[in-house]
């Protein structure tokens, strides 16, 4: 398996495309070589822009609210992301979600693996939290900041704190057990995540 792990989507860019992206908006434009300032006219100070407003929260519906979670013990190869790969490996992957009434979520996993035949192990876990907003079954999670960390005994620990963060589309679908107990399937381009409603939450 080569699969690399992140949060909820394609949300994480790379660095370089960060650092390429800060360089391009930051630098802003610069007044025509041709132009001579009126000595009779006070200089004045460009304004920086606004940055745009972020989306209006969703109002979640209260079936939505608290703390959903689940264990994986494997990996979907579609739950993906730019950091770290597990080469022919083994791994289980903890998932925690929580949505509030006002429509924040903060969204954290954890995986464990172990790879080249036992030998070498890897932990990884990532921390986001954020606003959702959408209406219906589909929300984008507009994510506020998020913090990645990284162990491994064969290889290179990492820790990224902010870690670049995009918004994402998700369908969430609200389902029950055979006992009745509430799960939350979460919709990805190439497959769902279910997870179950906290048992031992107050």
């Known amino acids: 398996m080569n699969t690399r792990f992140a949060g909820f989507g394609a949300w994480a860019r790379s660095l370089a495309l ?18 001579v300032p009126d000595p009779q006219q006070p200089e004045s ?3 920086t822009p606004a940055p745009p407003a ?11 609210h608290g703390q959903w979670e689940a264990i994986l013990t494997y990996v979907p190869p579609f739950y993906s992301g730019p950091y770290g790969d597990v080469p022919n490996g083994d791994g289980a992957l903890g998932i925690t979600l929580v949505l509030t009434a006002d429509g924040r979520y903060r969204h954290v996993w954890n995986l464990t693996s172990a790879y080249f035949g036992g030998n070498c192990f890897r932990t990884g876990g990532w921390d986001e939290f954020g606003t959702l907003s959408g209406t219906g079954a589909d929300f984008t999670f507009n994510p506020t900041k ?14 990224l704190d902010p870690a670049p963060v995009a918004p994402a589309s998700h369908t969430l679908r609200l389902e029950h057990d055979n006992d009745g107990w509430p799960l939350l399937r979460i919709t990805f381009p190439t497959g769902d995540i279910v997870l179950e409603k906290c048992r031992h939450c107050g």
């Open 18 to 35: 960060l650092t390429l992206t800060l360089s391009l908006f930051g630098c802003g434009g610069g007044s025509s070589p041709d132009a």
């Open 45 to 47: 100070t460009p304004e």
């Open 54 to 64: 972020p989306p209006a929260a969703a109002t979640l519906p209260e079936a939505f």
């Open 146 to 159: 998020a913090s990645y960390i990284q162990t491994d005994t064969c290889g290179q620990n990492k820790f």
